[in-house]
């Protein structure tokens, strides 16, 4: 059965680098599903453009005026909401909560 709770409530912080691997892992199978390369040297160059991540684009952040700031990574970081790791990572960035 389906959750019913809204979706940032399904996924805890440190798991949104885990959905983002599943999505592409998903997408890389939907996409390899319909490619049948016979020529060997043709396939060799599509098979390391998988490996590389060129074949799909780099996650997308955007600014959304219907949120409110809800603090840098290092305070949230500090205050459990965010994973410790995630100030190394996202230095300098700020996030935001719904209104």
Not at 10 to 17: L, M, T, V
């Amino acid at each position: 059965m389906e959750s019913t709770a809204p979706i940032s409530q399904q996924f805890k912080p440190s798991d949104i680098f885990h959905l983002h691997r599943e999505i592409v892992g998903d997408y890389r199978e939907y996409i390899e599903s319909f490619i049948n390369i016979a020529d060997p040297k043709v396939r060799s160059v599509v098979e390391e453009a998988f490996v590389k991540g060129q074949l799909w684009p780099e996650p997308l952040l955007q600014l959304n005026s219907a949120f409110d700031e809800a603090g840098t990574v290092e305070s949230l970081g500090a205050a459990g909401k965010l994973h410790s790791h995630c100030a190394a990572i996202f230095s300098g960035f700020v996030f935001t909560v719904t209104r």
